[in-house]
């Protein structure tokens, strides 16, 4: 019996649900009649967070065009959007079985064992993923990545590198290089990287931080000031990000403002006052005791770089 059943000039698969079901309201005589058009609307439902009829969808393009690496891929990449590791590992595999030379299909499968631990075999297909497509940052990126996670950084600097020669203006590479750098103790480096970052993306409030962190670092204390206080009219009710200007205000001798701020910083977010003082302990540092406001026991900056909190990684 045919898969396929008749609805006036189209025709669509048993099963196909109903026009109420259909995004948007297609009529039916808009559904899909080839393995792109499946491949197509799968990949809205995808981006709306639809996986379970997303997945439907791509298994229809791949009974329809078996033999193409790529509607394997996509369907990989829906079970995996799912959390379904083992279906998303079958499907990159027979693409990659399918041709050797599909660099996208060597990249998540790259991610699938990444999600499992295995770095160095990560490594392993990355590197392939970025041979067949050297012009893709996003490649170079997760190399530099898995890369850093391995311990190898001079490699990690070097792909990140690349991603930034690829994509210039894309600030997340900048700050992602600058982080590296700061870590590295390549302070001056960091800077450039990071201000790089801030100008590509301006309204990122926690490139600004990390860039004031950096130009503390280097005792560019009044530079550090005017980034922190942009961090904060980004989002005025970030507690730490107040904490961080007070501590440039008491560093350049400003002790009045840097009083300011940790009242401001107490208010807003009692947990992060009560972290504060944790880590001066841990450190060594007098307490405030409860005081409103730490007066002349700052914390140091590195103390109060540990209470920001930070946003999921990119990568």
């Known amino acids: 019996m045919s898969e396929f059943i008749s609805s006036g000039e189209a025709e669509f698969p048993r099963g196909y649900p109903s026009e109420a079901h259909l995004p948007n309201g297609r009529p039916p005589e808009e559904l899909p009649t080839s393995a792109a058009g499946f491949q197509q609307l799968a990949d809205q439902q995808c981006a709306e967070g639809r996986l379970d009829e997303a997945i439907e969808n791509y298994k229809r393009a791949v009974r329809l065009e078996g033999d193409n690496p790529s509607h394997h891929t996509r369907l990989g990449d829906a079970y995996l959007f799912a959390e379904m590791s083992g279906q998303a590992l079958s499907h990159y595999r027979r693409a990659i079985q399918m041709n050797p030379e599909h660099g996208e299909a060597h990249f998540c499968l790259a991610e699938i064992y990444r999600r499992f631990g ?3 075999g990560a490594i392993s297909l990355y590197r392939k993923a970025v041979r067949l497509a050297p012009e893709n940052a996003y490649y170079h990126y997760r190399l530099a990545s898995a890369y850093l996670q391995d311990g190898r950084v ?12 690829l994509a210039p203006e894309d600030g997340f590479y900048h700050f992602w290089l600058g982080d590296l750098y700061l870590q590295a103790g390549q302070v001056a ?3 450039r990287e990071l201000e790089a970052a801030v100008v590509c993306s301006p309204y990122d409030d926690y490139y600004c931080v990390r860039l004031g962190m950096a130009f503390s670092l280097v005792n560019r204390g009044e530079d550090a000031v005017v980034v922190f206080r942009r961090a904060i009219r980004l989002r005025p009710d970030n507690a730490s990000y107040h904490c961080l200007l007070a501590d440039a205000f008491a560093e350049m001798g400003f002790a009045l403002r840097a009083a300011l701020h940790y009242d401001i910083a107490g208010e807003l977010d009692p947990y992060d006052r009560e972290y504060v003082a944790r880590m001066r302990a841990r450190n060594g540092r007098p307490t405030d005791n409860g005081a409103d406001h730490p007066s002349g026991a700052r914390p140091s900056l590195r103390t109060s770089l540990r209470c920001i909190r930070r946003r999921p990684s990119r990568g």
């Open 118 to 120: 295995k770095a160095r």
């Open 154 to 165: 001079p490699e990690a600097l070097q792909e990140a590198k690349e991603a930034i020669r």
């Open 189 to 191: 480096d960091a800077v």
